[in-house]
């Protein structure tokens, strides 16, 4: 059972920068695209940013390409997202999640069709 835990989520102010980080555990990832998502308050789940585990490719939401970088440590098994220049639109819950992809496609950007999810980090970025 793959299990996904997600951290680094907090407080700051417009313009400044967060690393979120997703630890992750329970398989092998070879054929694992890892993506984080998140959730505005009053609004639906968006794609945020995904990378192929093995390739280490990654894709990302036009909103957030340029600030944010995924990025992953392979020795940890962890996914991290650098968030630069934070605006406070990009308040939301963070999520961390896996899709098992063994495809050259893209990965999916719509949420229900990934596999295993984390508890989510609240970010807020205040003005």
């Known amino acids: 059972q793959v299990q996904l835990v997600e951290s680094g989520g907090g407080l700051v102010q417009a313009g400044d920068s967060l690393t979120l980080s997703c630890a992750a555990s329970?398989?092998?990832?070879?054929?694992?695209?890892v993506g984080w998502f998140r959730q505005p308050p009053g609004k639906d789940r968006e794609f945020a940013a995904a990378l192929r585990w093995n390739t280490g490719s990654t894709t990302y939401a036009d909103s957030v390409k340029g600030r944010f970088t995924i990025s992953r440590d392979y020795s940890k098994s962890t996914v991290y997202l650098q968030m630069n220049s934070l605006k406070p639109e990009d308040t939301a819950v963070y999520y961390c999640?896996?899709?098992?992809?063994?495809?050259?496609?893209?990965?999916?950007?719509?949420?229900?069709?990934?596999?295993?999810w984390g508890q989510g980090t609240q970010v807020t970025v205040s003005s």
């Open positions: 999640a896996v899709v098992l992809w063994n495809t050259y496609k893209p990965p999916p950007r719509t949420s229900a069709s990934w596999n295993y």
């Open positions: 329970g398989g092998t990832f070879s054929n694992y695209v």
